[in-house]
Structure formats: C-alpha cells, structure tokens
C-alpha cells in the first residue's frame, strides 16, 4: 500500500449507454489502494440549496483519516487547507471542481482540512474513510477564516452553525 500524502484526482472511467452510466467510486485495484484494510466508514452528504459550505473538517491523531470524495449529483467546488505545520504549504489551500459526469474523485489525505461548496442544487457526495468519525477528536477550521482566504465561488446561502462558530485563526 502507497501512503498518500498529496491531493490526488481520481479520473475513472465513465461507462455510458442508452441506459445512463456506470461509475466504479472505490476498487482496491486504484491507484495506491488508499485504504490497508478497506473503507472503515462510508458517508453520504446530501445539500439543498447552490451556495451551501460543509467545512473544514479533520480528525486529530491518533484517528486522522484519508478520505476519497466523489460527487454522485451536481457539482461541488472541493476545497483542501494543509494543517501539517512542517509543511511548506502549511495553512494553504488548493480547491478542485468535481461533479456528477467527470468520473473524478479526489483523494484527501491525512493532515488536511476538508470542505466543499455546492455549485448547483441538489448535491450529494459520497464519502470513504479508512478510519471512523471519533468525536471527541474531530476539529475543523472556520471555513470563512481570513488568514485561510479561501475564495469561495459564490455567495455563501447556507453554513451549519458549528462551521460558522468554528474559531478563527490567530493573525
């Protein structure tokens, strides 16, 4: 098994006929068979409204997680925050565009902050974790923190409170 620790897009093949499509969203025969011992949890977000944030959401050691997000209806603008503080790219973000054709998914690994912007209405994204969700070490950043400027593409419509009450960062 290959430890990822950069994004990495997924491109998988589309299979399309009259019918619709096929879309395989996780095979252990994928590059660096990201999980040793398969997914651990496997979730799914559905989102009302164009504009809604999810995020930015992590897991602390000892449960910090990889994670492969694919987006199964609509189009997200997918966003990750490097939290590893020996990282040059530390407290930087790098964003990807996945929706319900491209067939991409994208790779989150350990040590980054995950969240997401819906561009359409009507969202959903499948999620796969080689660990399980551990409350008491779960953290996340504030997504709308102006140290991380993040440049969301549209105006926020919807945030849950607990993303909109996480802590800013100390200038």
């Not at 299979?15 to 252990?28: K, P, Q, S, W």
């Not at 799914?44 to 209806?73: A, D, W, Y």
């Not at 939290?83 to 980054?112: M, N």
């Not at 400027?149 to 105006?155: F, N």
Request: hydrophobic share 40%.
């Amino acid at each position: 098994m290959q430890r990822v620790t950069e994004p990495m897009l997924l491109e998988g093949p589309m299979h399309r006929d009259n019918r619709g499509y096929f879309r395989r969203l996780y095979g252990v025969d994928f590059p660096g068979a990201f999980f040793k011992e398969g997914p651990k949890q496997v979730n799914l977000s559905q989102n009302v409204l164009k504009g809604t944030v999810r995020g930015m959401h992590f897991q602390h050691p000892p449960e910090m997680e990889t994670k492969i997000v694919s987006c199964i209806s609509g189009r997200i603008f997918d966003v990750l925050v490097d939290i590893r503080e020996t990282s040059p790219t530390y407290l930087k973000w790098t964003a990807y565009e996945l929706d319900e054709d491209s067939g991409r998914a994208l790779v989150v690994p350990e040590g980054f902050a995950h969240g997401f912007q819906t561009l359409t209405d009507d969202v959903k994204i499948v999620y796969f974790h080689d660990h399980a969700y551990v409350g008491d070490l779960a953290g996340r950043l504030n997504p709308l923190d102006p140290v991380l400027a993040i440049d969301w593409p549209l105006a926020v419509s919807e945030i849950s409170e607990a993303d909109a009450q996480a802590p800013m960062l100390a200038v």
